[in-house]
């Protein structure tokens, strides 16, 4: 039997949101089931997001949440995917767990090769440096499937524990609500925190899942392939045509 992938995206309405959504959505609908493709968006949903996943032909669940803290903070999806993580635990649903951000690219493989995971695996992502010009690393160093140890960069050199993009890891679903979970200095339940330095989101997060790299598993064996990649690409105050039916998106109905 298959395993379940179920997947987390946070996501917002702005000008490349639908192509986000559908670049992502159709890597997704050529991953063989099962497969969950979880949309968290805040309050006010937008109508694209709803239309785009209706068509896509994946399973999904829209999920609509409002800033509990009602600020204007920008967490730049912390709550989203708490809200998904929520959703995952209230329902028991078994599968990988993998947070994919709409803006990146990920590859079909990526999406096969998270079904080999057992409780934690962690893969190697490549970015862009914008400023530098240039293609960085992060994430996992590995000896067959052992994490032994991390390609940092510049921007990583500060103190983090595991030097890993927040594409770039999938858990066991069980690991939520497992009783006999290690004994994690972070109290229950498993989340992200609003309140944590930029760039120390995704370490915060696995530490509280695993110990240490024992616990974890590189993907695939040697880790000596890029699965994904995180762009840094959008566009602000974009000008539309005149006369266009078109709102804040740029999906042409
Ligand atoms: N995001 C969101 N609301 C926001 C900002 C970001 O839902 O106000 C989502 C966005 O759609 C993406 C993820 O959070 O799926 C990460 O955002 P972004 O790529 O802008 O962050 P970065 O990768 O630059 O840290």
Partial sequence: ERRQVIVITPTYNRALQAYFLNRLGQVLRLVQPPLLWIVVEMTPASAETAEILRKIGVMYRHLVCVNKNNTNVKDRGVHQRNVGLEHIERHRLDGIVYFADDDNVYSLQL???????????????AMLAQSKNKAILEGPVCNASRVIGWHTNEKSKKLRRFHVDMSGFAFNSTILWDPKRW???????????????????????????????????????????????????????????????????????
Wanted: net charge negative.
């Fill in 111 to 125: 999406f096969e090769s998270l079904r080999n995971i057992s409780r934690f695996g962690t893969w190697p992502v």
């Fill in 183 to 253: 004994n994690s200095p972070f109290s229950n339940p498993i989340r992200q925190l609003d309140t944590v330095k930029e760039g120390f989101q995704e370490t915060t997060f696995i530490e509280q899942v695993v110990q240490d790299e024992s616990q974890m598993e590189g993907v695939p064996p040697g880790c000596s392939r890029i699965l994904n990649w995180h762009l840094h690409m959008d566009a602000h105050g974009l000008v539309y045509p005149r006369g266009w039916l078109l709102q804040k998106n740029l999906d042409v109905v």
